[in-house]
């Protein structure tokens, strides 16, 4: 039902090629579309790994709860604009976990920029390289997210280095004025828990990369099964290059509700350019992420009500 209404979102959006909307039903492969979502929605576990990574050492976190926690940030973060879903996923961790949802910040900001970092860095490459052929324009506003990727990942970097001078900062500002006292403490806690990141060596960084690219891997791998169960493949330059620039375009987005249908429209419009399939698939597979995506924040709305409702119990016992 729902993989039909959104093919009939194909044939309405692109109702000039209404012959290739037609051969592109022809095709269909349930059976590999299952699989593709599967394989897709394993990647989410592995961004789950990629923040544990950065936990504090003596923090136990299990994978099957994390996760959890993640969809629910993942379903603020697309009904509400700016990090609010980071906040609210790094409180939940906290309290889940019993440390400081500071450190849980610092660690799911870490890893939210390695991610970006490697996804634009794989951009940047495939970009000089030459082997995909892009969209008139589509190299600057690639290098504008890099370029804003790289940006916050210098000031992380800064505050990561300094985080003495960042408590200091908190202490001199807010710290003098006795309503923002609780404010003053949670910077300093924050501050704390840079320091601990920058203290574990670069073995956390390692173990969050490699997560991140087995997240990634996922996503890539399914939207290539996806796309054999649509009858055409995407050629695996165009996928990496589509999957690394849409990743890092997201920056760029991040900040306003509603922004993935942005998303939709540069994951689908670089797929039709740059992978070897026409314009139906391109839109049919940018859609079928998206559905695989709503339904995980589907999930993470059952555990958001589950919580709240577990909270509501805890205030009244």
């Excluded at 495939?126 to 370029?147: M, Y």
């Excluded at 956390?204 to 399914?222: E, K, L, Q, S, T």
């Excluded at 695996?236 to 999957?243: I, N, Q």
């Excluded at 924040?297 to 205030?315: I, K, N, T, Y």
Aim: proline letters at 4%.
């Amino acid at each position: 039902m729902v993989l039909a209404l959104a093919l009939a979102a194909v044939v309405t959006t692109v109702g000039g090629q209404r012959d290739a909307v037609a051969a592109l039903f022809s095709r269909l492969s349930l059976p590999w579309l299952l699989a593709a979502a599967l394989v897709m929605s394993t990647g989410v576990v592995c961004l789950a790994l990629r923040w544990r990574a950065l936990f504090p050492p003596a923090v136990e976190a299990g994978v099957a709860p994390l996760t959890t926690i993640l969809l629910v940030g993942t379903l603020l973060n697309y009904a509400l604009p700016g990090p609010v879903g980071e906040f609210v996923g790094a409180a939940m961790a906290g309290r889940r976990f019993r440390f400081a949802a500071e450190a849980a910040f610092a660690a799911g900001v870490h890893a939210r920029f390695i991610g970006l970092g490697l996804s634009g860095l794989a951009a940047i490459a495939l970009l000089g390289s030459g082997v995909v052929p892009l969209p008139e324009g589509a190299d600057t506003w690639i290098k504008i997210a890099t370029v804003a990727i790289g940006g916050g990942a210098v000031v992380l970097a800064a505050l990561s280095a300094f985080p003495a001078r960042l408590a200091a900062l908190s202490t001199a500002t807010v710290g003098r004025v006795r309503l923002l006292h609780r404010l003053d403490a949670s910077v300093h806690r924050f501050a704390d828990a840079l320091a601990l990141l920058r203290g574990a060596g670069p073995g956390p960084y390692f173990r969050a990369a490699g997560w991140a690219i087995a997240g990634h891997g996922c996503v890539m791998a399914g939207v290539w099964i996806a796309g054999h169960g649509m009858g055409q493949a995407p050629l695996l330059p165009g996928l990496v290059f589509t999957y690394a620039a849409s990743t890092a375009g997201a920056i760029v987005l991040f900040a306003f509700p509603g922004s993935q249908l942005g998303w939709d429209a540069m994951f689908a419009s670089l797929l039709a350019t740059t992978a070897g399939i026409d314009v139906a698939t391109s839109i049919a597979l940018a859609l079928l992420v998206r559905m695989q995506q709503l339904a995980l924040v589907s999930l993470g709305a059952v555990a958001l009500a589950g919580w709240m409702r577990d909270e509501s119990r805890g205030s009244r016992g």
